[in-house]
């Protein structure tokens, strides 16, 4: 149901249960949600070696249920903000899920986040089941 994707995506706490690569340490992902247009995010957590990740951005469209559009930098790079796009629609009874992330800074970017993005996908699979 979108309902349920969309609450994983835009609610603090349900964000700090999956969001995060594989090694991702225990109890360190936290996050901060302005979720309207114009508002603000921040979501930070600890790699399995103790290293900070912190991402942050602006929502660019808030569509409740349905579509989540922000910008996308992490904070050692600021300068290398990208664009992501999460749609959602109802499919039986389940949610297809689709996540357009684009305007990377170069190819080695887009290759980290596909890793990334795919071991986030399975981790939220495992949160919502």
């Known amino acids: 149901m979108p309902e349920k994707v969309y609450a994983a995506w835009t609610d603090p706490e349900k964000i700090a249960q999956w969001f995060g690569p594989a090694q991702v340490k225990a ?3 936290r996050a901060e949600i302005d979720l309207r247009v114009g508002g603000r995010y921040r979501i930070s957590f600890e790699g399995g070696d103790g290293e900070y990740f912190q991402v942050d951005g602006v929502y660019r469209e ?8 922000f ?9 290398r903000e990208s664009q992501v796009t999460v749609s959602l629609q109802p499919d039986g009874g ?3 899920f ?15 986040h596909a890793r990334g993005w795919s ?5 939220l699979e495992k949160h919502l089941a």
């Not at 689709?98 to 980290?112: G, I, K, P, V, Y």
Request: charge should be negative; hydrophobic fraction near 35%.
């Open 27 to 29: 109890g360190s992902v």
């Open 62 to 69: 808030v569509t409740p249920n349905a579509r989540i559009a």
């Open 71 to 79: 910008s996308w930098a992490w904070h050692t790079t600021p300068e």
């Open 94 to 96: 389940g949610t297809l």
């Open 98 to 112: 689709t996540l357009q992330h684009e305007q990377f800074f170069d190819e080695a970017a887009r290759d980290s």
């Open 119 to 123: 071991e986030l996908f399975d981790r």
